[in-house]
């Protein structure tokens, strides 16, 4: 399984493609509840949840390439509206907030030459 970002939302010609965030995708829930009062005294809750929701995506054990391409892929869309594709198939339609991005090194695969590394940032959009 994979994921993809791409870059402009409405037509892209830039896109990254990644294995699954660690343990899926993150999600901050923020839910609203309102109390009004009925003009017969009763109290009424609504709930309320904005179409927007914030995913925290991780991705572990990247290569040097993988992490090349995805530095390349945020310079280009920061600030503009991409879309991505997560693990489910689920297109989502929105930003990247996370601002500035650090790529962590983790040290060497197995022992070989290949440099692995993690990067973990947040996305804010809403389901298409």
Same mark, same amino acid.
């Given at each position: #399984?994979?994921?993809? &970002?791409?870059?402009?939302?409405?037509?892209?010609?830039?896109?990254?493609?990644?294995?699954?965030?660690? $343990?899926?995708?993150?999600?901050?829930? @923020?839910?609203?509840?309102?109390?009004?009062?009925? #003009? @017969?005294?009763?109290?009424? /809750?609504?709930? @309320?949840?904005?179409? /927007?929701?914030?995913?925290?995506?991780?991705?572990?054990?990247?290569?040097?390439?993988? +992490?090349? @391409?995805?530095?390349?892929?945020?310079?280009?869309? #920061?600030?503009?509206? +991409?879309?991505?594709?997560?693990?489910?198939? +689920?297109?989502?339609?929105?930003?990247? $907030?996370?601002?500035?991005?650090? &790529?962590?090194?983790?040290?060497?695969?197995?022992?070989?030459?290949?440099?692995?590394?993690?990067?973990? &940032?947040? &996305?804010?959009? /809403?389901?298409?």
């Amino acid at each position: #399984m994979t994921v993809k &970002f791409e870059h402009p939302y409405s037509s892209p010609t830039t896109d990254v493609t990644l294995r699954n965030p660690n $343990l899926g995708d993150a999600r901050q829930l @923020s839910v609203y509840i309102r109390l009004k009062k009925s #003009m @017969s005294g009763v109290v009424v /809750t609504y709930k @309320s949840t904005p179409t /927007t929701q914030k995913l925290l995506l991780t991705f572990r054990h990247l290569t040097k390439v993988k +992490i090349d @391409s995805l530095r390349t892929f945020i310079s280009t869309s #920061m600030g503009s509206e +991409i879309k991505y594709t997560d693990h489910t198939s +689920i297109v989502w339609r929105g930003y990247i $907030l996370s601002d500035p991005i650090e &790529f962590v090194t983790q040290g060497r695969k197995g022992g070989s030459c290949i440099e692995i590394s993690t990067v973990t &940032f947040e &996305f804010q959009g /809403t389901k298409v």
